[in-house]
């Protein structure tokens, strides 16, 4: 029979472009926020991260933006490249919780 | 540091047999994570442990699967019998948690296949 699996949202961009990619979290008392990047066969791994006293982050080619009126947390990437491709997952939490979003796949077109 | 570290990176195995999947943790490192990841599903939290102690195993799907931490340093996610639904990826995850939630380190997984 036909397998159904789980949707991810899919962003394509073409290289050089700036990529932005959304998350809406649902814990009003969460108050650390994380990006994690989540390459083909690999582990997610940590891309940046912002605590809820801060309404933005920058590092390098990326920045996160964190509005907590809505629960809403982007991911802004610049001038993206091909490496960039893979499943961006947000995760928010506060003590020992932790949640993670079902994530994005960031595909770029060379 | 080696990292976080997964062992076995690949298992296949038979419907009913019990399977242990090992993790190491980061040197330093005071929390721990277990997850499952499958194209249905996503990436599931299974359980967490801090200071060697269970906080959240809301995530553990049935009595078949049991956590433990020998010591600081070592995990085993057991799972017996195993089952063909068990399929998946699963990840381990550790962090220096000292008063909330901080970065998480992954291993690089190990893929469990039940036929």
């Known amino acids: 029979g036909e397998s159904v699996g789980l949707h991810l949202p899919t962003l394509s961009v073409q290289e050089g472009d700036n990529s932005i990619i959304n998350c809406a979290y649902s814990?009003?008392?969460?108050?650390?926020f994380i990006w994690y990047k989540q390459e083909s066969g690999k582990g997610p791994q940590f891309i940046i991260d912002?605590?809820?006293?801060?309404d933005k982050r920058q590092g390098q080619r990326v920045t996160v933006l964190l509005n907590k009126t809505v629960k809403h947390l982007s991911l802004q990437i610049a001038a993206t490249q091909p490496g960039d491709s893979a499943v961006y997952f947000c995760?928010?939490?506060?003590?020992?919780?932790?949640?993670f979003g079902t994530g994005t796949k960031l595909q770029v077109i060379p | 540091d080696a990292g976080v570290i997964q062992s076995p990176r690949h298992e296949v195995t038979e419907m009913g047999q019990e399977v242990t999947l090992r993790c190491k943790l980061i040197?330093?490192?005071?929390?721990l994570f277990w997850y499952r990841q499958t194209m249905m599903r996503g990436l599931e939290l299974l359980i967490y442990?801090?200071?060697?102690?269970?906080?959240?195993d809301s995530g553990m799907p049935e009595d078949r699967f049991s956590a433990k931490m020998p010591n600081a340093s070592f995990s085993t996610l057991k799972i017996q019998p195993s089952e063909p639904r068990d399929s998946a990826v699963y990840f381990c995850?550790?962090?220096?948690?000292?008063?909330?939630?901080?970065?998480?380190?992954f291993g690089p997984g190990t893929r469990l296949t039940v036929l």
């Open positions: 442990f801090n200071n060697n102690v269970p906080i959240d």
């Open positions: 040197s330093g490192h005071n929390s």
């Open positions: 995760s928010s939490g506060g003590y020992q919780k932790v949640t």
């Open positions: 912002i605590r809820s006293n801060m």
């Open positions: 814990n009003s008392a969460s108050d650390y």
């Open positions: 995850a550790s962090s220096r948690d000292r008063s909330g939630v901080a970065e998480q380190f």
